[in-house]
């Protein structure tokens, strides 16, 4: 059928054909070309049927008169260049499936790597959100953070402290100014020679009505609107304010003693850090300063009155003070424990007529265990002096 025929010439037509066919987006069965681009998802499922690349094309031809000889022409090359094609054809399907699964691994580990980081993401966010609430929370409650320039008389809010009436709080639980004055009174000695003390959180100024007593020049500083009133009252000179925020704007060696009573447990760690340390800043070389607390060695103050006050946060040992004032550079550090527990309080001793009795002696010895640890001294007061050459410690160097 083909004798006569210019072969070469049909050669090059069916080759054209071939490619054409392959191209054509029309060509069911021709040569198909996999895309590179698409959506990453749903792309890749859309691209494995495409994969498969197959040799299979029509062989027709519309030509009234050539139309039959090309037709045989067609399927004569087809047969020719099925050895050859269908092997590199079998190998770029396999390579495409293999490329298309590797695209779909690592499609699903980064799905899994967005979804991880997606729920890291919303768990920080809760967690930040959590704290907002929580920062909410104390702005509504009136409460204000620790550190300098807060609250160092209370950690409450005047506010808060107006609703507790705080002023009516002190009289009924602290006692008759006079009889406060008679326990502050040891303290004098203390200063004596002093030009320049400073009373933190003096509430009604009863140290101050001490020191005037003794002619001893001394301010107070108090957040609370009503002690300041009463101190001003009876001629005390008394600023309002926040004592941490009142000694940073203090200048250095603007006093030589510092005086702070039944405050400390009313502060957090940061708070009274922070009060420590610019007190030691503000004091002059050689000056002293007391910090009077209560004292938690005696487990009687618990049931007797500190938690009696909503504005005590927890009260603060002694050796734990000594650390803390050591720590912001003050040296001669000492602890003094004073006011015992009222008369008839502490357990009874053992008569002595009934020590020939067998186990006596044990018996007293753990009776005076007992009473020093339920019924010790109720405060304590830390003693520090700063040194006439002063070296700073750890916190502030």
């Known amino acids: 059928m083909l004798r006569g025929s210019d072969v070469p010439t049909l050669m090059a037509r069916a080759e054209a054909l071939l490619t054409t066919a392959g191209r054509s987006e029309a060509g069911a069965h021709g040569v198909m070309h996999v895309p590179t681009a698409g959506d990453a998802v749903l792309g890749i499922d859309r691209l494995h049927g495409p994969a498969d690349l197959v040799s299979e094309f029509p062989s027709g031809s519309a030509r009234p008169v050539i139309g039959p000889a090309v037709r045989i022409a067609k399927r004569a090359v087809r047969r ?33 790597l967005l979804t991880l980081e997606t729920q890291q993401r919303r768990n920080e966010s809760a967690a930040i959100n959590a704290r907002i609430d929580g920062l909410r929370s104390d702005l509504d409650a009136g409460l204000v953070p620790g550190g300098p320039g807060s609250n160092a008389t209370a ?10 009436k705080y002023r009516a709080f002190e009289d009924r639980h602290r006692g008759d100014p006079a009889d406060i004055a008679k326990l502050l009174a040891p303290y004098v000695p203390l200063f004596a020679g002093c030009e320049r003390v400073l009373d933190l959180g003096c509430g009604r100024g009863e140290f101050l009505g001490v020191m005037r007593q003794h002619r001893i020049a001394a301010y107070g500083v108090d957040s609370d609107e009503s002690m300041v009133a009463a101190a001003r009252k009876n001629g005390m000179e008394v600023v309002l304010g926040d004592a941490v925020s009142h000694l940073g704007d203090l200048k250095s060696d603007a ?24 007190a030691y800043r503000k004091l002059a070389p050689g000056g002293v300063m007391v910090v009077e607390t209560p004292n938690p060695e005696s487990l009687f103050i618990f049931a007797a009155f500190f938690y009696v006050d909503l504005t005590h946060i927890k009260p603060i040992h002694p050796e734990a003070m000594r650390w803390a004032l050591e720590a912001c550079g003050f040296d001669e550090v000492r602890i003094q424990r004073i006011l015992p527990v009222p008369e008839g309080t502490r357990l009874e001793v053992l008569p002595e007529e009934l020590a020939d009795q067998p186990g006596w002696s044990t018996m007293a010895t753990n009776v005076e265990r007992l009473n020093n640890l339920l019924y010790g001294p109720q405060h304590f007061a830390a003693i520090a002096t700063k040194a006439r050459t002063a070296t700073k410690g750890a916190l502030s160097s």
């Open 255 to 278: 006093v030589d003693g510092i005086f702070s009573s039944q405050v400390a447990e009313h502060l957090d760690t940061a708070t009274l850090m922070a009060m420590l340390d610019l």
């Open 155 to 164: 950690v409450l809010a005047p506010s808060v402290r107006q609703l507790l």
């Open 80 to 112: 020719g260049l099925r050895w050859y094609l269908n092997p590199v054809l079998a190998q770029q399907s396999r390579f495409n499936h293999a490329v298309l699964d590797l695209a779909e691994r690592v499609t699903l580990q980064a799905e899994k």
